[in-house]
Every structure is written in structure tokens, then in C-alpha cells.
């Protein structure tokens, strides 16, 4: 394939006429093109586009108001003999997506046009958009390599990603619904269910973008004409979108915080519209839309992880129901302040006791199924072996009479059985050095001795000793992680390309029984254990193991591209090892 070229010109209306006579492909071939502000700025602007007559778009964009006051400078445009409109709008994809991850430049666009179709030879020119990545790097448009971008979570999290059918349907769907529900004034719940990987936590920040892009939508301004959410940028919708107050709801503190740094570098959203629980039960106003991510993940009445938490649940079960009820949990502050909810749900990642009961998920599952109001998500998005793996790794932990996940299942993907703990965090250090984003993770079944005692290490087994997680938030790319070991609290919404996961003796297995159970001594998270005398509820060994269960489902669906596995009970080793086609990586020293 011959190389892709960039022909350079200021963002002049003057120079664009020239620059549109020296050659045809100017005025009449599919071309891909960036315009960025002055890169001496701290945060400058950069859009990107395609088109089949590059000087007349330029003539379009020098001519709209808001990309002048964008301070825009540059025009490059991507210009290849072999373009077609389909490679256009792939590149274009994946520019506006690297430029996002990358977090140099504000893009400028909407997100209703990333797209990810199939067209001819479609692997052969991707191979081709590295080296146009390449050529814009060396101009000084990307600092980052593209592994570095894509391993961030500005790219991970970001709400430029081209959406999975399933995904995208749901989009149009609820959006649908609720322009329907504003302009009849009915409050509305829609629940999202998708197992690990599935993109719910994508399709909450997506659904943000998208909203802001309409309700600020000029009509001046282009919207991709082939996008399923073209039709959505209307007047109607975007008049009953002003003053419009919407947020995200996010669960957990670490994840939180990420997205709020993705927020903070998209225009129209703001990291204030990323909210905790207790937030949206202290706020002054009420909200149109609340968007809650991981809705499993929000509390019932419990001993709370603090004494001012505790003391902001009965002050905000006051201020919201006249009393502190007993009976109301965070999601019924979500309703109380709500006039419509978007929840995302998956049952089988709730981790402790103070998460909401099942039930409370089941019956708003089954309300919105009632008022067709259910969207599944069914395509796996991050473990390459599929969505069948994740089933059937969760039907293992659930102890099903012939479960096991075959070899046809995994393909390219890497699981791994390891004998001895050193040498899978050798594997896992190669793995590191190779992709980046290969960690250590492990059920919560060591004391967290080196909280208090930094010198002190809280898992030693094999002759490795290491301590948990340093940190709380953002974990994952925090320095020193590599060196740590992380517990459920710091890996759950987060990927990694390879997972080394420690199953600690909290989870065994008895033969004679056949059937896996709890070592309740060994489980270390005290709140994960914790009894709820406000509720007069006490947990037995089979409730805890159904959480610790949820645990490793979800610590076993955290790997991209593969997930190496070291169990320290021997009758749990043996019996997995039976079920799952792994080669098994031995050491002399083994204690198998």
C-alpha cells in the first residue's frame, strides 16, 4: 500500500483557496483532516474530520463561529490514492479516539459518529493508520505512543468509543424513551444489565457526551448524516434539554475519580456531574436524569465505612423521607431526587453485604421489563475469550455439576496455571514489560498489616512476600502498583491487559462434599463480613460465599488479553485444574 500523505496549511481562508487549486484531491477525493489550535497553549483545541472536497469543508469550517472562537490554526489533511469514504470514517474514528486518550488537545467533536464498521481489507488499512499516527506524532499532534494511549483511562473511559451493536441500540433506545417521558412529563426508570466487560460504565459516560452534545447543538454545526443518532439533534429535543440538570453516579471512590478526570478534559461535561451517593442525597437541587453506574454497588442501611458516613446516611434519610428509615437504601435517595434514572446493573458483582439486597436489583429489573424499559448487553468487550468464558467462569465459582471452560472457548487467549506464586509474578512482570497494564490481584484473605506498618508485608507465600495496594485511588497506575498486590476494591470498572489473581484460602473446596465453601477466618474484609443488626440481618457462611464468589468472578474477568491463576487451597487447585484447559506452569519448589 503506498504511503499516506500530509499536506500542512494555517487554518486561513486565503491560503485554503490556493491550497484548493494545486491539486484535485483537494476539491475531489475522500480525505481524512485534523485542525488543532497553537500547540504552545496549554490545553488547545483539535477536530477532526472527513470529507470528499477538503477545500469547500474548510471553507465551511472557516466560515462557523464557534470553530474560530476554538482558536483553531492547522489544518492537516490526510491524503492517500487508496482512500475510500468507509477507510475515512474508520480513520477518522480512530484519530478522534487516540486524540482523546492521548489528553493533549480538547476534541472538539461529538461522539455520535465513532464508528467501527466492517469494509474490505479493513485489517490492511488499519495497518496503515499506525504509520499516519506516526507522522502526526512527529508533528507534534500526539506525545503518546499508541499503546500508552490505550492503555490509559482517559482512553479507556473516554466517551469517544465506537459503540457494539447491542450497546448502541440501547443508546437509541432510552434516549428515545426519554425525550418521550419529557415531553409527557412521566417519570422513568431504565435498567442497563450486562455482565463484566460488556460496556455498561462506557455506555453511561457515551450516553453523558451525547446528551450535552444535543442540548448544545448548533445548527450550524455538522452531525455525522450516517450516525443511528443523527435523528436524535433535533429542535424539539434540544429546547427540552436546556437547563436540563443530569449526573453520573458512581459507586466507588477510585473509579470515581477516574471519570472525573475524563470529564475534566471533555468539553460540555464537567467533573462536577460525577457524583457519589451521598452527593446526590446532599444536593440542594433536584436532578432531571441520574445516570448510576455499577447500581449493585450502592448501599443499603448498614455500618457505613466511617462514622461521618454513617451520620450522612441518617441526616439524608431526614432531609429526604421526614425520618431515618430503616428500610431506604441509596437508591431510593436516587429516586427521591430524580425525576428519571438510567440504572446499569449486574447482581453478580455485588461484593459486600452492604450492597444492595438481590431482590431490590431483581424487582427494578423486573419493573423495567414490564415497561419494556430493559436493555441487555450481551457482546464482551474486554476478554478476548468472549462472553462464553465469562459464563462459564461464573458458573465454576457457582459450583455447577459440569461446568468448565473448554479450549474452543479461549482461543488466542491466555490462561495460565501457576504452581508457585514467584514465578506467576514473573509472568506477570514479562507480561508488564511486553503490553503494560499486567497486575497482581487477589481475594481479601491476608491482613492489610502494611496500612499501618509500611515497613510490614501482608502476603508471603512461596518465599514471595508482598504487601496490598498503597493506595485506594487509581491503584492501577499508581507507582509502585506493579510491586502491590490488589484487592477487589481497587480493580472493579477497570481493565487490565493481564490479571495475576491470587485465590486466597477464604474460597476452598471440600471433596467428599463436592462443593466449593467458605473459610470464614481466612476472609479479612471485615466489612465484608460484617453482620446488620440496624436490619436485624446476620450472614451465614453461605451468604459470604456467595459474595466471595462475586469477588473472583470479578477478579477473573479483569484481563484483556489473559489471566494467570494461583490457587492456595490444593483440593480447590485440583478441582479447577480438572475444568479448565490451562497449561500448567510448574517450579521445583512447588508446594502442589
Known amino acids: 500500500m503506498t504511503p499516506s500523505r500530509i499536506e500542512r496549511l494555517p487554518f486561513d481562508a486565503e491560503e485554503v483557496r490556493t491550497w484548493g487549486r494545486r491539486d484535485r ?3 475531489d477525493w475522500p480525505v481524512v483532516y485534523v485542525l488543532d489550535g497553537d500547540q504552545r497553549q496549554a490545553r ?11 477545500a469547500a469543508r474548510m471553507k465551511q469550517h472557516l466560515a462557523n463561529a464557534s470553530k474560530r472562537e476554538a482558536g483553531l490554526t492547522t489544518i492537516r489533511v490526510v491524503i492517500d490514492d487508496r482512500f475510500n469514504k468507509s477507510v475515512c470514517l474508520d480513520l477518522e474514528s480512530h484519530l478522534i479516539r487516540w486524540l482523546a486518550g492521548d489528553g493533549r488537545f480538547t476534541v472538539l467533536n461529538g461522539n455520535e459518529g465513532i464508528t467501527d464498521a466492517a469494509y474490505f481489507d479493513r ?11 506516526e507522522q502526526l506524532r512527529a508533528d507534534g499532534v500526539f506525545e503518546r505512543s499508541i499503546p500508552q494511549i490505550e492503555n490509559s483511562d482517559l482512553f479507556k473511559l473516554s466517551p469517544f468509543k465506537a459503540l457494539t451493536n447491542d450497546q448502541a441500540a440501547a443508546v437509541e433506545d432510552i434516549l428515545e424513551g426519554l425525550f ?3 415531553e409527557t412529563g412521566v417519570d422513568s426508570t431504565a435498567v442497563v444489565q450486562g455482565q463484566p466487560g460488556t460496556g455498561k460504565t462506557i455506555v453511561a459516560i457515551f450516553l453523558m457526551k451525547l446528551i450535552a452534545d444535543i442540548r448544545d447543538h448548533d445548527e450550524n454545526d455538522e452531525v455525522q448524516p450516517d450516525s443511528i443518532f443523527a435523528d436524535l439533534f433535533v429542535p424539539e429535543h434540544r429546547a427540552r434539554l436546556q437547563d436540563f440538570r443530569m449526573a453520573l453516579v458512581v459507586p466507588q471512590q477510585s473509579l470515581r475519580l477516574s471519570i472525573r478526570k475524563v470529564f475534566k478534559k471533555t468539553p460540555k461535561l464537567d467533573p462536577s456531574m460525577v457524583l457519589s451517593p451521598y452527593d446526590v442525597g446532599k444536593a440542594e437541587e433536584p436532578f432531571d436524569l441520574l445516570i448510576v453506574d455499577e447500581t449493585h454497588r450502592l448501599n443499603q442501611r448498614a455500618n457505613q465505612s466511617s462514622g461521618m458516613l454513617n451520620r450522612d446516611f441518617i441526616e439524608i434519610n431526614k432531609r429526604l423521607f421526614g425520618a431515618d428509615d430503616l428500610s431506604k437504601t441509596q437508591l431510593d435517595w436516587i429516586k427521591a431526587r430524580s425525576s428519571h434514572r438510567i440504572l446499569l446493573v449486574d447482581g453478580e458483582q455485588s461484593v459486600r453485604p452492604a450492597d444492595l439486597p438481590a431482590a431490590t436489583l431483581a424487582a427494578e429489573v423486573r419493573a423495567a421489563s414490564a415497561l419494556s424499559r430493559r436493555y441487555p448487553l450481551l457482546t464482551q468487550m474486554r476478554v478476548k475469550a468472549g462472553a462464553d468464558y465469562v459464563e462459564a467462569i461464573r458458573r465454576l465459582l457457582r459450583g455447577e455439576e459440569g461446568a468448565a471452560v473448554s479450549g474452543e472457548m479461549l482461543g488466542e487467549y491466555d490462561l495460565r496455571f501457576f504452581d508457585d506464586l514467584a514465578d506467576m509474578r514473573m509472568a506477570i512482570l514479562r507480561k508488564e514489560e511486553e503490553h503494560g497494564l499486567a497486575r497482581l490481584v487477589a481475594g481479601y484473605a491476608w491482613e492489610w498489616r502494611s496500612r499501618r506498618d509500611p515497613s510490614a508485608f501482608d502476603i508471603e507465600l512461596d518465599g514471595v512476600r ?7 485511588k487509581d491503584w492501577i497506575n499508581a507507582p509502585g502498583s506493579l510491586d502491590e498486590v490488589g484487592s477487589i476494591h481497587t480493580v472493579q470498572g477497570y481493565d487490565l491487559n493481564y490479571a495475576g489473581v491470587i485465590i486466597g484460602p477464604d474460597l476452598r473446596y471440600d471433596p467428599l462434599a463436592r462443593r466449593l465453601f467458605v473459610d470464614r477466618e481466612s476472609y479479612r474484609d471485615k466489612k465484608g463480613k460484617e453482620n446488620n443488626p440496624a436490619l436485624g440481618i446476620s450472614y451465614s457462611d453461605d451468604d459470604l460465599l456467595q459474595y466471595i464468589r462475586n469477588i473472583y468472578g470479578v477478579l477473573l474477568t479483569r484481563g484483556i488479553r489473559g489471566t494467570y491463576v494461583y490457587v492456595c487451597d490444593p483440593a480447590l487447585r485440583g478441582w479447577l485444574r480438572e475444568r479448565l484447559p490451562m497449561g500448567v506452569e510448574r517450579h521445583e519448589g512447588s508446594h502442589a
Request: glycine content about 2%; aromatic content about 14%; charged content about 25%.
Open 25 to 27: 484531491a483537494h476539491t
Open 123 to 133: 485489517d490492511l488499512y488499519r495497518e496503515s493508520f499506525r504509520d499516519i499516527f
Open 466 to 472: 508482598l504487601r496490598w495496594n498503597s493506595t485506594d
Open 180 to 182: 418521550a417521558d419529557l
Open 44 to 54: 488547545p483545541a483539535v477536530y477532526v474530520g472527513e470529507t470528499l472536497n477538503a
